[in-house]
């Protein structure tokens, strides 16, 4: 089977400049997160959809940071105009359930996409 | 909210040492425990997981975790270390009816020969 894709797996853009991360999940899996991983910390969620609704948006930058997941499979995270301190790494996770079940489901993570901004 | 703190950012310890990572958590509602570890360029794994039921949990490569409710503890332990577990540990939580994650910072596990 295989795992969460995530591309690119690094990226160095100067701030103020845009840039877009993409994921695929693993098949038929309802849930999808992104994270923010800043070096040295854990990751932190940022967006978590449940088929093509977003179910949690409350840490995301809504000023600068935006998601969607089209027809409820893969994603995109864009962030628009990058600051400093958005340099870290975006981890994509998907679990399989969905619906009012699913709250025990393991999530499984991609290998992240590197973000650099100078 | 809930909120998870790991006491440890690096624990050297040699190979065959025993090890135990601690993870503490705070939360108003029932959670449930997560262990994740993350070897360098790689993805999170989920080692372990408690969701009810035996307040000890066995994972993978011979990790087991000990849920404590009165300490508010999921430590993290291995017998015996061995060079290739070398990585980066964390703890997480998700509030029962919730699925997203809370992380804790994370704990690195250097094993030495």
């Known amino acids: 089977e295989a795992g969460v894709a995530q591309s690119p797996r690094y990226k160095i853009i100067e701030k103020r400049q845009s840039v877009a991360f993409w994921c695929n999940p693993i098949s038929g899996h309802a849930t999808l997160y992104w994270y923010q991983q800043i070096l040295g910390q854990g990751p932190k969620l940022l967006i978590q959809f449940q088929n093509n609704g977003v179910v949690d948006d409350s840490q995301l930058p809504k000023d600068r940071f935006s998601a969607e997941r089209l027809k409820g499979v893969d994603s995109t995270l864009k962030i628009q105009p990058a600051k400093l301190e958005d340099s870290a790494v975006y981890l994509c996770?998907?679990?399989?359930?969905?619906?009012?079940?699913?709250?025990?489901?393991?999530?499984?993570f991609g290998p992240g996409t590197r973000l650099t901004v100078l | 909210a809930q909120s998870v703190t790991q006491l440890d950012s690096q624990v050297p310890v040699f190979e065959e040492a025993p090890v135990e990572l601690r993870c503490n958590y705070s939360?108003?509602?029932?959670?449930?425990l997560f262990w994740y570890v993350q070897y360098p360029n790689q993805g999170l794994q989920l080692l372990l997981k408690y969701l009810s039921g035996s307040t000890l949990v066995k994972g993978i490569n011979g990790f087991e975790a000990e849920f404590n409710k009165s300490q508010t503890s999921f430590h993290l332990r291995k017998p015996s270390v061995h060079i290739s577990d070398t990585a980066e540990y964390f703890c997480?939580?998700?509030?029962?009816?919730?699925?997203?994650?809370?992380f804790g910072s994370g704990t690195r596990l250097q094993v030495q020969p």
């Open positions: 997480a939580v998700s509030e029962k009816g919730r699925r997203a994650l809370t």
């Open positions: 996770a998907s679990s399989p359930g969905g619906g009012a079940g699913g709250y025990t489901d393991t999530q499984y």
């Open positions: 939360s108003s509602v029932s959670v449930y």
